[in-house]
C-alpha cells in the first residue's frame, strides 16, 4: 500500500523568507503523481503544486518549487518570499494511475511571523 | 460559480439520528468523490463514483451510503450517527483519473461541512 509522510508537525518561518516542507512517499508504482495541497483557515483545500513522476525537471509555480528525489522517494516543497497569506496547513499527497485517489499525508502547519 | 458545492456547511446533530450531505459540481466532472478530515486533520477518502458507479469504497461502515443520481451529483447519507463520526468531509471532483486532468486542479475540492455529533 502506498504511504505518504510529513514527520514535521509545525514550522515557523519569518516573512520573506524561504522555508522548505518535507514529504516522502512509499510505492512500488513507476508512474504516479505527487501533489501539495495548502488548507487556510477558511478549510478550503487549495491545489498548490504538481509534479508527475515521469519528469525529471522539478515542478516550479511562482514561489513555490519542489525538490522531487524519485530514488529517495522525496517530494518537498519550497516556499521561497514567504508571505503572511502562505500560512495554512499543506498536505502532501500521491496518487497512481491506476485509480484516482488521493493518498495525503498527515499535513503540517506552516505559520508566517511578520 | 461554485465548481463543487456541498450543503450544509456545518451540521449539528445528535447520536442515533441519520443525515444527509449533498454535493452538486458544475464542471462536467466524470468522477466524485467523499473524503473525511477528521479532528487531527488527517484526510482519508471514503468513496469514488465514476459515471454513478462506485469504483472505491474505502472500508467505510455499512451506515454511511453514498448515492449519485446522475454524475453531477454525490450525496452522503449517513445513519445511526455516531459521536466518531464527528469531522469535516469534503466532496471533490476531476475530470476521470487524475493523470488525465489539466494542471490548474485535478482535483476540485467542495468547502467541507463540519458535522458535529452530540
Known amino acids: 500500500a502506498q504511504t505518504v509522510t510529513q514527520s514535521q508537525p509545525e514550522m515557523s518561518v519569518q516573512e520573506a523568507e524561504t522555508v522548505t516542507l518535507s514529504c516522502t512517499y512509499d510505492t512500488s508504482e513507476s508512474d504516479y503523481y505527487l501533489f501539495w495541497y495548502k488548507q487556510p483557515p477558511s478549510r478550503q483545500m487549495i491545489l498548490v503544486i504538481r509534479?508527475?513522476?515521469?519528469?525529471?525537471q522539478n515542478a516550479t509555480e511562482n514561489r513555490f518549487s519542489v525538490n522531487f528525489q524519485k530514488a529517495a522517494k522525496s517530494f518537498s516543497l519550497k516556499i521561497s518570499d514567504s508571505q503572511l497569506g502562505d500560512a495554512a496547513m499543506y498536505f502532501c499527497?500521491?496518487?497512481?494511475?491506476?485509480?484516482?485517489?488521493?493518498?495525503f499525508g498527515k499535513g503540517i502547519t506552516l505559520s508566517v511571523r511578520p | 460559480d461554485t465548481a463543487v458545492s456541498q450543503t450544509p456547511k456545518y451540521l449539528v446533530t445528535q447520536m442515533g439520528n441519520d443525515k444527509s450531505i449533498k454535493c452538486e459540481q458544475n464542471l462536467g466532472h466524470d468522477t466524485m468523490y467523499w473524503y473525511k478530515q477528521d479532528s487531527k486533520k488527517f484526510l482519508k477518502i471514503m468513496f469514488s463514483y465514476n459515471n454513478k458507479e462506485l469504483i472505491i469504497n474505502e472500508t467505510v461502515p455499512n451506515r454511511f451510503s453514498p448515492k449519485s443520481p446522475d454524475k453531477a451529483h454525490l450525496n452522503l447519507h449517513i445513519n445511526s450517527l455516531e459521536l466518531g463520526d464527528s469531522a469535516v468531509y469534503f466532496c471533490?471532483?476531476?475530470?476521470?483519473?487524475?493523470?488525465?486532468?489539466?494542471?490548474?486542479?485535478?482535483?476540485?475540492f467542495g468547502n467541507g461541512t463540519r458535522l458535529t455529533v452530540t
Open positions: 471533490a471532483s476531476s475530470q476521470d483519473l487524475v493523470q488525465a486532468s489539466s494542471y490548474n486542479s485535478p482535483l476540485h
Open positions: 499527497a500521491y496518487s497512481t494511475g491506476a485509480n484516482s485517489k488521493l493518498t
Open positions: 509534479q508527475e513522476a515521469y519528469k525529471q
